[in-house]
């Protein structure tokens, strides 16, 4: 199957510093890559929708200020989470859908464990 | 909107035993998807099953297969002869064709196998 990865696997950072996490399809194009959050011992929750070469689409109620994300190719979307505080200690996990694949199949990468002290 | 229902927070199993997984579903979309997904506690999401709404048989894939009620909005999950390595968090999902194909997740279920 499609490979998805993201980078770093885990992180550890100071109140108010910011975070990027890198998600790539390392063996296809993703026009579409979603990112999820998910707190200990819940579901995932569907952040935002990023569009390669175009603004992310946000899911009601999460700040796009602060959860800035950038699909500058079609292989990589990152995410980056300003001025972290301990609230936004999460695991974040990416998904990308290989376009010739159709719409049902959507690859996760590993996560990404963000704990803010 | 879509709505993905799991009422099992936890579950157990005997070992080499069958067990199922509640899952309902509510949406206005003719056209939809539902799928399974195991998450160890590694945290990665593993790709189970998936049952297309159109599709009128159910699901089977090895030792899973997917109880699609259509009427009465269920896709519950049933895992045959439970291994240890089954013991896991199972989240059922919805792709939409009218929400832009995003996965709405359940709140999962844990599944314990017990040797």
């Known amino acids: 199957g499609a490979v998805v990865s993201q980078h770093p696997s885990w992180v550890i950072c100071k109140s108010g510093t910011s975070v990027k996490i890198e998600c790539r399809s390392l063996d296809f194009q993703a026009t579409t890559m979603f990112w999820y959050r998910q707190f200990p011992k819940q579901s995932l929750m569907l952040m935002a929708t990023?569009?390669?070469?175009?603004?992310?689409?946000?899911e009601q109620g999460v700040e796009k200020d602060k959860f800035l994300i950038n699909h500058a190719s079609l292989t990589l979307s990152t995410l980056t989470v300003t001025s972290a505080h301990p609230e936004d200690s999460s695991f974040y996990i990416c998904s990308a859908r290989p376009p010739q694949r159709g719409y049902n199949e959507q690859f996760f990468g590993p996560g990404t464990r963000l704990t803010v002290l | 909107a879509q709505k993905i229902t799991q009422t099992q927070p936890g579950m157990f199993v005997q070992e080499k035993e069958a067990v199922t997984l509640d899952c309902t579903y509510d949406t206005s979309d003719q056209s939809y998807g539902l799928f399974w997904y195991k998450q160890p506690s590694s945290g990665e999401m593993i790709f189970l099953i998936y049952q297309g709404s159109y599709d009128e048989q159910n699901a089977t894939e090895g030792r899973y297969s997917l109880n699609f009620q259509k009427a009465r909005k269920s896709a519950n999950l049933v895992i045959s002869a439970s291994q240890l390595g089954d013991s896991a968090m199972y989240f059922c999902a919805m792709r939409g064709t009218n929400t832009g194909n995003q996965f709405y997740f359940g709140t999962g279920t844990s599944l314990t196998v017990i040797p």
């Open positions: 990023s569009n390669e070469g175009s603004k992310a689409t946000y």
